[in-house]
């Protein structure tokens, strides 16, 4: 009778992706796949300058191109509203943001004229045809300088370059520093990164006057956000605006937005009644998809002998370029929050400055805010180490709070949630055997070697929501349907796009209705087919959408249970959903096909009085807190005195992520994080030249870390169940970027000690390494 | 990433392209691999009007031994270089210097004859080919000609070559048994071009140096022979400190490059310890 069979537990198991077959076929779908009948390609004209004014431009030869439909500018926008932020900061100067640039422009790869025409290649070869007569102007493009008082402005009515700052003051900071045996002072430079998904944005809009309906399909982690935005920037009801983010090849935060692009396809689509598409040139992507970190950091601490750290004080200058994309401002307040990283620190002093330049926006980058935190923390934690003369195992050891501790309030403000931060890093200083480690590098030194041991002890937020500490909702909704053949259908508001949660909401949904994960699907990303949800960032989707999912699947089991309990005769508190039947626990006997059950739901003749027909409930849930995962990296390099060549021996990480549901879809997440914080700890670096032009604007010259540059991972896990969803998960998605670019810094750093190098500028070349020893040697 | 519009010829004889040369001048480029040419009109840094792909012009393609020489055809692919048995016995420094080159991709499409037409500063074969001394076949409007691998590359993307030519092999005489090549190389961590590669040919006799040749890529606007690290190490005895001294005259008379990549002080540094490993590495 049963088809259904589920042997074992699901949640936990180390299963294979269900998305990757038709991954890896090519049988999936990205925007630019999606073909409609009479789609018209549009290309956009972008500013070769960082900063000048628009005298004129001039688009008749376009216009005439054989082939053009029409070219656009700023004037031909109407009604179209401005590109949406989503940051609330007190005393925030926001500037204004069209769509296309309206009289001046204010970083190379602006948009500035849009071309529409009936094939790619047409409406490339029209670029060439605009005219635009610009008056250059001077560019801002320093940090330290754009604050001065002479700095050239970006805009004029602002007086300055500043667009927020941000106090944060706990405890007594000045009491702390006169105090204290020592006070340590470093300068960081957390640099600017570009993103790059492998696939690059893409745009189809299709409007269809009849029934008064905008689709489009974009490369996005938030269709719901986007469709509300468009809506009130393109002027279409909500209810006629459908946003799909079909397959998505990742997005780190950079597909956490609303696009120029995303509007005006829109608008040309509604204009032109056609079909049109604009797919991202990876030239563009560098240029004109929002970049990560950038922030120039003046740091204290306060450290005593015994090496407590009693204190920590600094200046934060956080690039935020030209004008401002969704969370812009938001990104760098996160650093303030997590500065004391996993310590207690009692006394706080941050001054947060939100600087504009001529360069592209600042946003959302895998860990957003976090590392730089953690990079600040950490690396001071170091030095601090060594002003005292102590070993930088012990100063963690001597600063950590202790398990029993939590929940903690932090000087910050926020509450960790849960943490054992003992535990994690002696199980990484166990797996390295850190002792005979130090010994090993003493001897090596002897022989003139460099052996250099990194650690880094991190502390993050995921799991964002509540909603009171989020731009706009930090809840997540999901509708769970069993359908009349007893397959499973969840809709989820979170919508990934290369995390896995078609694999992993499987496995709890299959262990929730003890049926076959083969006989469930997941469905994301089509604001037409799911209910309203935020989207898939800051590691959230399975701490608040999973969570959202099961507390719907509970409402349907509980209703199932009913319709159960009703053909057996029995208690339905009774009943346990097991290998594909509904049945008595503890009696075997007594059991009903969970297939037979899904259909008497629906064909609904035989149902238990005051029940109504159906299986499917909606659940929208938002969490008490942010959950705090945690952990410790250890790297182990030895760096060739020579070069300056860095050559990576070991890499070892504890996360700590709470409960796990897919070890193998945690390991992916960890690999991938670290290898993106190492490619900011050693290889990547966005360089603009004091003119505003980009310097690194393509795979040439900025570097990505490549699959054989990477160390063996070397990962392992305790766990301490959140305590704010009820599956005790905290989220995988940003730790291993998190805590891997100051564990390789460290290292490095620890291995150039005997020089008296103390700070290498990221990323780590083999020349600034090199450099490092030279200036050190004097 | 959408190139400009081109006629496009591909050419099924050698005489073909030539004369489709003559005839369109400035405005063809040659098409071989693609690797350095279709990136560049992709950026639109390049619009050529006129593509002449080469890639089925017979007898461009291959490598054979003749006369104490390998004859490689220049459109032969990095990767029948580093894979080729011939190769691997008779000049392995071919081989091991192939393998440097880009990844498997550009690898299974590039070839020696476009890198070495193109004549990028920091490509990997003009060092292996100058320490190697090998001849570049040249065919043009009037005939074939031959030219030394030291006079063929001449500055930043310019070479000997004429824009009526074509390069169609590469001839490398075959060393003797005493004799080792060694080409090593720090990858520009991006691109994968050489941010300074090394090639050491080098001849022993006993103990001593008989002869040496060093080709350097990636240092300057075009690649180069070490001579004074050659006349310093020729004729002394193959030790530490001689080989030392030799290669801290690598960047002799050479104006090191500077980009954001590596600064000026450090490519001279790193053209002297790769000089200085390669060679002890040819002399063990």
């Known amino acids: 009778m049963a088809t259904i069979a589920a042997p074992t537990r699901m949640v936990g198991a180390p299963i294979k992706r269900r998305e990757d077959p038709r991954l890896i076929q090519g049988l999936s779908h990205y925007v630019d796949d999606i073909r409609l009948v009479g789609t018209l390609h549009c290309a956009f004209l972008r500013s070769d300058y960082a900063h000048a004014a628009i005298n004129s431009i001039d688009t008749s030869a376009a216009k005439e191109l054989p082939g053009v439909v029409t070219v656009i500018t700023a004037e031909d926008l109407g009604e179209v509203g401005d590109i949406p932020c989503g940051a609330e900061i007190p005393d925030l100067k926001v500037p204004g943001h069209p769509a296309l640039a309206v009289g001046r422009v204010r970083f190379v790869g602006e948009a500035v004229a849009a071309v529409v025409a009936t094939d790619a290649y047409i409406a490339r070869d029209a670029l060439d045809l605009i005219e635009v007569d610009y008056e250059e102007l001077p560019a801002v493009t320093n940090l330290d300088k754009a604050v001065e008082a002479d700095s050239p402005l970006i805009y004029d009515d602002f007086g300055d370059n500043i667009g927020f700052t941000m106090p944060l003051e706990a405890g007594d900071v000045d009491a702390a520093f006169a105090e204290a045996d020592h006070v340590v002072s470093q300068r960081f430079v957390n640099q600017r990164l570009i993103p790059n998904a492998m696939e690059t944005r893409g745009v189809l809009a299709e409007y269809l006057p009849g029934e008064g309906t905008l689709t489009v399909w974009s490369s996005t982690q938030v269709p719901h956000i986007l469709k509300t935005q468009l809506a009130l920037i393109a002027n279409v009801p909500e209810q006629k605006v459908r946003v799909i983010a079909p397959e998505v090849g990742g997005g780190f935060g950079s597909k956490l937005n609303v696009y120029p692009e995303e509007v005006v396809v829109s608008h040309l689509a509604i204009q032109l009644r056609k079909p049109v598409k604009w797919t991202e040139k990876r030239t563009e992507n560098f240029t004109t998809t929002i970049h990560g970190r950038d922030q120039v950091n003046y740091v204290d601490v306060a450290v005593n002998n015994d090496g407590t750290i009693t204190g920590i004080r600094a200046k934060i200058l956080a690039d935020l370029g030209a004008s401002y994309q969704l969370l812009t401002p938001l990104i760098p307040t996160l650093t303030n929050l997590m500065i004391v990283g996993c310590y207690k620190i009692p006394n706080v002093q941050i001054e947060l400055v939100g600087v504009l330049t001529n360069k592209m926006a600042t946003d959302a980058y895998r860990g957003a805010g976090r590392p730089e935190a953690t990079y600040i923390i950490e690396r001071m934690v170091d030095l601090a180490a060594a002003q005292v003369g102590m070993d930088a195992k012990d100063i963690r050891f001597k600063n950590f709070p202790q398990p029993d501790e939590f929940p903690l309030e932090i000087p910050t403000g926020i509450i960790y949630d849960s943490g054992n931060y003992q535990e994690s890093f002696n199980k990484a200083l166990g797996i390295v055997d850190y002792d005979s480690l130090r010994n090993q590098q003493v001897q090596l030194r002897q022989q003139g070697r460099y052996l250099g041991i990194g650690i880094s002890t991190y502390a993050e937020i995921c799991g964002m929501g509540p909603s009171i500490a989020m731009p706009a909702g930090g809840w997540e909704s999901s509708t769970v349907r069993v359908e009349p053949t007893g397959k499973i259908t969840v809709l989820t508001g979170v919508s990934p796009h290369g995390q896995g949660q078609e694999t992993t909401f499987a496995q709890m949904i299959a262990d929730e209705f003890g049926v076959d994960i083969d006989d469930v699907a997941v469905i994301h990303g089509d604001t037409g087919r799911q209910p309203y949800g935020i989207g898939t960032f800051g590691s959230r989707a399975t701490a608040v959408g999973g969570t959202a999912m099961v507390i719907a699947a509970g409402q349907v089991k509980e209703k199932m249970a009913k319709f159960a309990a009703h053909l057996m005769e029995a208690n339905p508190d009774d009943l346990v959903f097991e290998e594909g039947s509904i049945l008595v626990e503890g009696s075997p006997d007594q059991a009903v096909d969970f297939v037979a059950v899904a259909l008497e739901a629906h064909v609904a003749k035989n149902l238990p009085p005051d029940t109504t027909p159906g299986l499917e409930a909606t659940h929208f849930f938002e969490p008490s807190n942010f959950t705090y995962p945690f952990g410790a990296h250890i790297a182990v390099v030895e760096v060739d005195t020579d070069t300056g060549e860095i050559d990576i021996q070991r890499y070892v990480c504890v996360d700590d992520i709470g409960n796990i549901i897919n070890p193998l879809l945690v390991a992916g997440q960890v690999h991938g994080g670290i290898a993106q914080g190492l490619g900011q700890a050693l290889y990547e670096g966005a360089v603009y030249d004091e003119s505003g032009q980009l310097l690194t604007g393509s795979f040439m010259d900025y570097a990505v870390p490549k699959a054989t540059q990477m160390p063996h991972f070397e990962t392992d896990h305790t766990v301490t169940p959140s305590p704010v969803n009820p599956m005790g998960v905290k989220g995988v998605g940003e730790a291993g970027t998190i805590g891997s670019t100051p564990c390789m810094v460290n290292a490095v750093v620890d291995a150039l000690s005997p020089f008296g190098v103390k700070d290498i500028e990221m990323p780590l070349t083999p020349n600034r390494v090199w450099q490092a020893i030279q200036d050190a040697k004097g | ?284």
């Not at chain 2, 004429?162 to 001839?171: F, N, R, S, V, W």
């Not at chain 2, 103990?207 to 990636?218: E, K, R």
């Not at chain 2, 053209?271 to 200085?276: E, M, P, Q, S």
């Open chain 2, 1 to 284: 990433m959408i190139p400009g519009s081109f006629e496009y010829f591909a050419p099924t004889a050698l005489d073909e392209a030539l004369s489709l040369l003559q005839e369109h001048g400035d405005d063809a480029k040659v098409l071989a691999g693609g690797h350095s040419l279709i990136p560049t009109m992709k950026l639109r840094l390049a619009e050529p009007a006129v593509i002449i792909d080469i890639g089925r012009i017979g007898g461009l393609k291959g490598i054979s031994e003749s006369d104490g020489k390998l004859v490689i055809g220049a459109l032969t692919t990095h990767h029948e270089l580093e894979s080729s048995d011939l190769v691997q016995q008779k000049v392995p420094l071919l081989a091991q210097t192939a393998a440097e080159i880009g990844d498997v991709q550009v690898r299974n499409k590039g070839t020696i004859g476009g890198s070495l037409a193109h004549a990028d500063p920091a490509a990997d074969w003009p060092a292996a080919i100058l320490a190697l001394d090998a001849d570049l076949q040249i065919a043009g409007p009037n005939g074939e000609r031959s030219v030394k691998a030291t006079d063929f590359f001449q500055g930043l993307y310019e070479t000997d070559l004429g824009d009526d030519e074509i390069l169609t092999a590469i001839h490398v005489s075959i060393p003797d048994a005493n004799t080792k090549g060694t080409y090593l190389k720090l990858h520009q961590v991006a691109s994968g071009f050489a941010l300074t590669g090394v090639a050491v040919v080098l001849t022993k006799s006993g103990d001593t140096c008989q002869s040496v040749a060093v080709g350097i890529t990636g240092v300057s606007d075009a690649p180069y022979r070490a001579s004074a690290v050659e006349s310093e190490l020729t004729g002394a005895a193959l030790d530490a400190e001689n080989i030392a001294a030799a290669a801290e005259r690598s960047v002799d008379g050479i104006d090191a490059l500077e980009d954001i990549h590596a600064s000026q002080a450090y490519r001279q540094n790193l053209a002297k310890v790769y000089t200085r490993r390669a060679i002890e590495s040819a002399a063990s």
